[in-house]
């Protein structure tokens, strides 16, 4: 696999766009969709955010060919939410953002879900 996704030919050279980049646009706009509370990393993505360094990419990886790209994305679904309409949401908001800002096409994202937050889940234990 390359270093960069894309390799865009123009008449004054190659333009040249890192995975990196892809992986931060399509982390963004998968943080903005309602119901995903958080991207799920791994080891070095956590180890990244202890020491003080917030990575845009995370949970978020990226298989790049000359000019398509193929997207896995990790996300935790806030408890509640309906997880296929998450998914959708993501895939098409991923899609887009990264085909408009790059030039590239997205041939697939794929979300896994890796987890369910209970944050602000009220129990009938704790209401006792």
Request: net charge negative; proline share 2%; with cysteine.
């Amino acid at each position: 696999m390359s270093l960069q996704a894309g390799d865009i030919p123009t008449e004054l050279g190659n333009i040249k766009i890192a995975e990196e980049v892809v992986a931060i646009i399509a982390g963004l706009a998968a943080a903005e969709i309602e119901g995903v509370t958080g991207m799920s990393g791994g080891i070095a993505g956590g180890i990244a955010e202890m020491l003080g360094r917030k990575s845009f990419s995370k949970g978020v990886k990226v298989e790049a060919g000359e000019s398509q790209v193929v997207i896995d994305i990790s996300i935790i679904v806030k408890y509640g939410v309906r997880i296929p309409d998450v998914a959708w949401k993501i895939q098409e908001k991923c899609k887009q953002a990264v085909e408009s800002m790059t030039g590239l096409e997205v041939k697939k994202v794929n979300v896994n879900v890796q987890g369910v937050s209970f944050d602000n889940v009220k129990t009938e234990a704790a209401e006792e």
